[in-house]
Protein backbone atom coordinates (compact mmCIF):
# COMPACT_ATOMS: atom_id res chain seq x y z
CA UNK A 1 0.00 0.00 0.00
CA UNK A 2 1.59 3.78 -1.07
CA UNK A 3 0.26 6.38 0.21
CA UNK A 4 0.91 9.28 -1.84
CA UNK A 5 -1.45 12.12 -1.53
CA UNK A 6 -4.82 10.75 -0.15
CA UNK A 7 -4.12 7.00 0.40
CA UNK A 8 -6.97 4.42 -1.34
CA UNK A 9 -8.03 2.15 1.06
CA UNK A 10 -8.93 -1.10 -1.44
CA UNK A 11 -6.24 -3.30 -2.11
CA UNK A 12 -6.58 -7.03 -3.36
CA UNK A 13 -3.99 -8.78 -1.82
CA UNK A 14 -5.01 -11.35 1.04
CA UNK A 15 -2.84 -10.06 4.25
CA UNK A 16 -3.17 -7.19 6.52
CA UNK A 17 0.15 -4.85 6.22
CA UNK A 18 1.30 -2.49 8.59
CA UNK A 19 3.47 0.40 7.82
CA UNK A 20 4.22 3.76 9.71
CA UNK A 21 2.96 5.38 12.96
CA UNK A 22 0.38 7.06 14.86
CA UNK A 23 -0.94 5.92 18.22
CA UNK A 24 -2.96 8.31 19.86
CA UNK A 25 -4.98 6.96 22.79
CA UNK A 26 -6.55 10.08 24.20
CA UNK A 27 -10.39 9.68 23.61
CA UNK A 28 -13.40 12.18 22.14
CA UNK A 29 -14.86 14.86 24.60
CA UNK A 30 -18.49 15.17 23.81
CA UNK A 31 -21.18 16.64 25.53
CA UNK A 32 -24.54 15.47 26.66
CA UNK A 33 -27.89 17.47 27.22
CA UNK A 34 -30.05 16.31 30.03
CA UNK A 35 -33.88 18.39 30.36
CA UNK A 36 -34.14 18.86 34.52
CA UNK A 37 -37.84 19.27 35.96
CA UNK A 38 -38.31 22.87 36.48
CA UNK A 39 -35.66 24.14 33.41
CA UNK A 40 -36.60 25.26 30.33
CA UNK A 41 -33.17 25.25 29.20
CA UNK A 42 -31.16 21.67 28.91
CA UNK A 43 -28.36 21.07 31.29
CA UNK A 44 -24.76 20.51 29.56
CA UNK A 45 -22.60 17.99 30.56
CA UNK A 46 -19.35 16.28 29.99
CA UNK A 47 -19.11 12.73 28.73
CA UNK A 48 -16.14 11.14 28.47
CA UNK A 49 -17.31 7.43 28.62
CA UNK A 50 -18.33 7.25 24.64
CA UNK A 51 -15.17 5.39 23.84
CA UNK A 52 -13.70 2.69 26.36
CA UNK A 53 -10.65 3.40 28.51
CA UNK A 54 -8.76 0.55 26.34
CA UNK A 55 -9.52 2.09 22.87
CA UNK A 56 -6.12 1.74 20.76
CA UNK A 57 -4.98 -1.39 22.34
CA UNK A 58 -4.75 -4.42 20.70
CA UNK A 59 -4.91 -7.88 22.92
CA UNK A 60 -2.17 -9.07 20.22
CA UNK A 61 0.77 -6.54 20.10
CA UNK A 62 1.61 -5.75 16.54
CA UNK A 63 5.05 -5.99 15.07
CA UNK A 64 6.34 -2.56 14.04
CA UNK A 65 8.12 -1.48 11.23
CA UNK A 66 9.10 1.87 9.75
CA UNK A 67 8.68 1.70 5.95
CA UNK A 68 5.61 3.20 4.08
CA UNK A 69 6.78 1.23 0.92
CA UNK A 70 5.99 -2.54 0.57
CA UNK A 71 5.76 -2.91 4.55
CA UNK A 72 5.64 -6.03 6.42
CA UNK A 73 2.76 -8.74 7.09
CA UNK A 74 0.77 -7.69 10.58
CA UNK A 75 0.94 -10.41 13.00
CA UNK A 76 -2.60 -11.87 12.99
CA UNK A 77 -5.71 -9.59 14.91
CA UNK A 78 -3.01 -7.33 16.53
CA UNK A 79 -4.82 -4.18 14.38
CA UNK A 80 -8.22 -5.44 15.21
CA UNK A 81 -9.77 -1.92 14.75
CA UNK A 82 -9.07 -3.01 11.21
CA UNK A 83 -12.46 -3.13 8.81
CA UNK A 84 -12.82 -4.69 5.34
CA UNK A 85 -16.17 -2.95 3.86
CA UNK A 86 -17.10 -5.70 1.06
CA UNK A 87 -19.94 -5.07 -1.36
CA UNK A 88 -22.10 -7.88 -3.33
CA UNK A 89 -22.18 -6.77 -6.86
CA UNK A 90 -26.20 -6.71 -8.52
CA UNK A 91 -26.67 -10.21 -9.67
CA UNK A 92 -23.95 -11.73 -7.57
CA UNK A 93 -23.95 -14.53 -4.19
CA UNK A 94 -20.48 -13.20 -3.51
CA UNK A 95 -18.76 -9.98 -1.87
CA UNK A 96 -15.80 -8.35 -2.62
CA UNK A 97 -13.38 -6.55 -0.96
CA UNK A 98 -13.44 -2.61 -1.90
CA UNK A 99 -12.17 -0.32 0.61
CA UNK A 100 -9.71 -0.53 4.79
CA UNK A 101 -12.18 1.14 7.25
CA UNK A 102 -11.62 1.51 11.20
CA UNK A 103 -13.52 0.82 14.06
CA UNK A 104 -14.00 3.32 16.13
CA UNK A 105 -17.31 2.76 17.92
CA UNK A 106 -20.19 0.23 18.05
CA UNK A 107 -21.99 1.46 15.57
CA UNK A 108 -19.55 3.38 13.29
CA UNK A 109 -16.70 2.38 10.39
CA UNK A 110 -14.52 5.62 9.79
CA UNK A 111 -13.31 5.35 6.06
CA UNK A 112 -13.11 7.27 2.57
CA UNK A 113 -16.05 8.62 1.01
CA UNK A 114 -14.41 7.59 -2.53
CA UNK A 115 -15.37 3.82 -1.39
CA UNK A 116 -19.35 4.81 -2.46
CA UNK A 117 -19.23 5.77 -5.65
CA UNK A 118 -22.40 4.94 -7.35
CA UNK A 119 -22.97 2.70 -4.85
CA UNK A 120 -23.65 5.03 -1.79
CA UNK A 121 -27.87 4.58 -1.95
CA UNK A 122 -27.48 0.69 -1.71
CA UNK A 123 -26.82 0.33 2.34
CA UNK A 124 -28.04 -3.23 1.59
CA UNK A 125 -25.16 -4.31 -0.39
CA UNK A 126 -22.45 -3.60 2.04
CA UNK A 127 -21.57 -5.60 5.02
CA UNK A 128 -18.58 -4.56 7.49
CA UNK A 129 -15.61 -7.68 8.16
CA UNK A 130 -14.11 -7.38 11.23
CA UNK A 131 -11.26 -10.20 13.01
CA UNK A 132 -9.86 -10.66 9.34
CA UNK A 133 -6.60 -11.20 8.69
CA UNK A 134 -6.43 -13.09 5.82
CA UNK A 135 -8.95 -12.08 2.91
CA UNK A 136 -9.59 -14.59 0.53
CA UNK A 137 -10.35 -17.37 3.05
CA UNK A 138 -12.66 -17.93 6.05
CA UNK A 139 -11.55 -17.44 9.57
CA UNK A 140 -13.27 -18.64 13.00
CA UNK A 141 -12.06 -15.01 14.44
CA UNK A 142 -14.42 -13.64 11.91
CA UNK A 143 -17.26 -11.29 12.32
CA UNK A 144 -19.48 -9.93 9.70
CA UNK A 145 -22.16 -6.83 10.61
CA UNK A 146 -25.16 -5.21 7.91
CA UNK A 147 -24.67 -1.96 7.12
CA UNK A 148 -27.48 0.19 7.97
CA UNK A 149 -26.50 3.62 6.25
CA UNK A 150 -23.86 5.28 4.53
CA UNK A 151 -22.79 8.36 5.27
CA UNK A 152 -20.03 10.74 2.84
CA UNK A 153 -19.14 14.05 3.54
CA UNK A 154 -21.55 16.38 2.04
CA UNK A 155 -18.72 18.69 0.13
CA UNK A 156 -17.00 15.21 -1.50
CA UNK A 157 -17.36 15.99 -5.04
CA UNK A 158 -14.67 13.74 -7.02
CA UNK A 159 -15.30 12.97 -9.71
CA UNK A 160 -16.94 16.13 -10.83
CA UNK A 161 -13.82 18.02 -9.51
CA UNK A 162 -10.56 16.27 -9.72
CA UNK A 163 -9.22 16.61 -6.29
CA UNK A 164 -10.01 14.60 -3.56
CA UNK A 165 -11.11 16.70 -0.97
CA UNK A 166 -13.12 15.88 1.89
CA UNK A 167 -12.67 12.31 1.09
CA UNK A 168 -13.94 10.89 4.20
CA UNK A 169 -17.30 9.25 5.41
CA UNK A 170 -18.68 7.29 7.94
CA UNK A 171 -20.74 3.33 7.94
CA UNK A 172 -23.36 2.72 10.89
CA UNK A 173 -23.46 -0.48 11.28
CA UNK A 174 -27.16 -2.10 11.81
CA UNK A 175 -26.46 -4.03 15.02
CA UNK A 176 -24.08 -3.27 17.85
CA UNK A 177 -20.53 -4.41 17.36
CA UNK A 178 -19.47 -6.37 20.49
CA UNK A 179 -15.48 -5.79 20.99
CA UNK A 180 -13.41 -9.07 21.94
CA UNK A 181 -9.99 -10.59 21.92
CA UNK A 182 -9.80 -9.81 17.95
CA UNK A 183 -12.07 -7.23 17.64
CA UNK A 184 -11.52 -3.05 19.21
CA UNK A 185 -11.99 0.04 19.37
CA UNK A 186 -9.43 2.60 17.43
CA UNK A 187 -9.22 6.32 19.45
CA UNK A 188 -9.77 9.61 18.08
CA UNK A 189 -8.05 12.21 18.72
CA UNK A 190 -9.30 15.47 20.92
CA UNK A 191 -10.72 18.12 19.08
CA UNK A 192 -7.46 20.49 19.95
CA UNK A 193 -5.33 17.72 19.23
CA UNK A 194 -2.26 18.98 16.46
CA UNK A 195 -0.68 16.82 14.32
CA UNK A 196 2.47 18.32 13.11
CA UNK A 197 5.08 17.78 10.29
CA UNK A 198 7.59 14.80 11.19
CA UNK A 199 4.70 12.97 13.70
CA UNK A 200 5.04 9.02 13.11
CA UNK A 201 1.72 7.23 12.06
CA UNK A 202 0.68 3.53 11.02
CA UNK A 203 -0.59 2.74 8.42
CA UNK A 204 -2.59 -0.08 8.12
CA UNK A 205 -4.90 -2.61 5.03
CA UNK A 206 -5.10 -5.20 2.76
CA UNK A 207 -1.83 -4.88 0.11
CA UNK A 208 1.19 -6.46 -1.33
CA UNK A 209 4.65 -7.06 0.85
CA UNK A 210 6.68 -7.14 -2.45
Known amino acids: MAVPGPPPLANSASTVLSLLLLL ?8 AYTLTPGRQQPQQHKVLHLWPKDCGMAHFKPNMAERIVSGNEARPH ?11 PRGSKHYIHVCGGTLIHKNWVLTAAHCFQGKAEDAGSWRIVLGKHQLKRSETAERIFPVKRIYRHENFRYPTHSELDY ?3 LVKAATDIIPSNFIRYACLPRKQT ?3 PGHYCW ?6 TR
Open 167 to 169: DIA
Open 24 to 31: NEASLPAA
Open 78 to 88: SWPWQVSLQVR
Open 203 to 208: VTGWGD
Open 194 to 196: SLK
